[in-house]
């Protein structure tokens, strides 16, 4: 009798883990949501490397300087931006640069206590890798290599460093000392893809004694598609998966997700054993538009007849359900106060900052204007911007203009489209502007005037519009689609920050809540 009841309760135990939707245990791994995008806002590119159960990702950052931000998670799914790659000048050329040049697809990479870093700067210099010992940095000046085409990747194997990458739309390895960058081999040609435009985004990987080289096709846009061939012999030849594309959202299956472009991968081994991807994918607003860029997105990926699966083959969603060993905490939504007594690594400019130009004290940022704007043209505006990585959220400060000119807050998405919002003080003459800027048109939507050359300016976002408080009243609304990728151009997605563009301006902090 006493068994039965110990065999009842057990089988209810069960019964009522196998319901519970949180959470599900089986063979040491547990059913949890898993949220994506897991690195919101401009974020794409994204490369990964597994060390021990720590997890880094790096990032493509065009003419943004720092460059190539570095973030760590040891759950997968929450991750801390804990520095930048290229923090110093002499790092990152970025003459002239712009939302279409500068750093492209950067690779992550760990080989006998060292962290390599590679990517292309299209327009200053090519292709570059550095090293560090600690990825938080700081890391070493750049090591300039010969093998051009973008997108450059590492692969490590028996003391031996092999560097794959794209010249003539070809993917093609070379071996590279990683120390001086030195060529050691001819470029050797493995793959054009299966046909797709613009092969590109190679990384060699090692399984099951197989050589599988991933790559994408397709564009960045959204025909972008994964693909893969693998070899026994890391030369080739290379035998391309019958079912390529092995992920992509330009199907029948994903063509009503708002999650499109999915492509540029990076395939990696967790510490229990699984195999995930960490990909880019941007979120539609409005309609066939997005403005906050390509984000990195996470999948589960199976070994299926010696090829890689992602996502058992279906499209990949914003809360999907996965196996992990742990459940990690959901993410939080970002809720900040900046008093800019320290400038985080999530900070950036556009090419380098005049750093005469900047100062903070007592929680207030003081920017002085050399002139320079977003237009084409104005290189290094004096502005402090980060990435919108919500589509509803809300920004603000109190700015006020010590001397003639304009300051107050940039929406900037690329030289071609980008928004201020501000406050212009002309002698006694002081006015709150909202202007937007979309190619040849640049347009002041609303002027008021104000009494003093102080105001307190704040930015509803949603996801396919923004709206406008003046001192807590409407003052605006603009269309989120006038800044997105497919009107503006570029390759990057919104950043919003303080900036100053003429005179001299105080910025009683900045204020930054995702919804
Ligand atoms: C990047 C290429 C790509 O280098 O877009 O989506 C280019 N993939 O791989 C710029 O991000």
Known sequence: MKKTVILLAALVALVSCGTNPAQKTTG?????????????????????????????????????????????????????????????????PLVESNASLGIYAPTIRYNEGTFYMITTNVGNGGNFMVSATNPAGPWSEPIW???QGIDPS?????????????????????????????????????????????????????HDGWYYL???????????????????NIYGPYEANPANPIFTHCSLAA?????????????????????????????????????????????????????PVVNGGQ????????????????????????????????????QHPVEENYAAKDGVLTLTGNGDG??????????????????????????????????????????NGHMEYFVRREGQRCQAVLRIRLHSILHEQAVATIPSPSARLDVLAFGDHYEFLLNGQPFGTIDSKLLSTEMAGGFTGVTIGPYCRSGKASFKGFDYQEQ
């Not at 040491?28 to 806002?41: F, K």
């Not at 991933?214 to 026994?232: D, F, P, Q, Y």
Request: charged residues 20%; proline residues 7%.
């Open 28 to 92: 040491g791994s547990v059913e949890v949501t898993l949220h994506n995008p897991i690195i919101s806002g401009f974020s794409p590119d994204p490369s990964v490397v597994a060390v021990e159960g720590d997890y880094y990702i790096v990032n493509s950052t065009f003419h943004y300087f720092p460059g190539v931000p570095v973030y760590h998670s040891r759950d997968l799914q929450n991750w801390e931006q804990i520095g930048n790659v290229l923090d110093r000048p002499s790092q990152l």
């Open 145 to 147: 290599l010969e093998q």
């Open 154 to 206: 590492l692969y490590f194997e028996d003391g031996k460093c092999y560097m794959v990458s794209n010249p003539d739309a070809t993917i093609t390895l070379c071996e590279i000392d990683p120390v001086t960058g030195a060529t050691l081999s001819p470029g050797k040609a493995l793959w054009r893809g299966t046909g797709g435009r613009f092969p590109e985004g190679p990384h060699i990987y090692k």
């Open 214 to 232: 991933l790559i994408s096709e397709g564009g960045t846009e959204l025909a972008h598609k994964l693909t893969v061939a693998r070899s026994r």
């Open 255 to 307: 063509q009503e997700s708002n999650i499109q472009g999915t492509g540029h991968g990076d395939l990696f081994q967790a510490a229990d054993g699984s195999w995930w991807i960490v990909f880019l994918a941007y979120r539609r607003y409005g309609g066939d538009f997005h403005h906050l860029g390509r984000e990195t997105f996470l999948a589960p990926v199976s070994w299926e007849k010696g090829w």
């Open 315 to 350: 499209p990949v969603a914003e809360t999907m359900k996965v196996r992990m060993s742990a459940v990690p905490e959901a993410p939080q939504p970002e809720s900040i106060h900046y008093d800019f007594s320290a400038i985080g690594p999530e900070w950036m400019h556009i």
């Open 374 to 415: 977003f237009d084409w043209g104005g290189w290094h505006p004096s502005a402090l911007l980060r990435r919108q990585k919500a589509a509803e959220c809300q920004f603000g400060t109190e700015v006020t203009l010590l001397e003639n000119g304009e300051a107050g807050l940039a929406v900037y998405q690329t030289h």
